[in-house]
């Protein structure tokens, strides 16, 4: 009886790590979502305000690009280009 007691304490042991573990993950995953949502709102105006060209406009794309590095992502539909020369 007692060596069944260890088998499950120790298998809600893993269970809990498991799940546990993942949580930072999933916080880091919103804040990334969070953070590249407001940059591109932030591009947005800035090019309705000032331009496609605008340096405005460039600094917010800058900054764009510099979350989705932070965060490991890319948009494939805004790095086509890149797939031409292949």
Known sequence: MTRYIKILCVALLTVVG?????????A???R??????????????????HGEHSRQAEKRRHELEDVRHRCNWHDDHDHDHDHDHH
């Open 18 to 26: 498991l799940v546990g573990s993942s949580l930072p993950a999933r």
């Open 32 to 49: 990334c979502e969070r953070d590249i949502h407001k940059a591109e709102n932030n591009l947005r105006v800035a090019i309705e305000k």
């Open 28 to 30: 880091d995953d919103h």
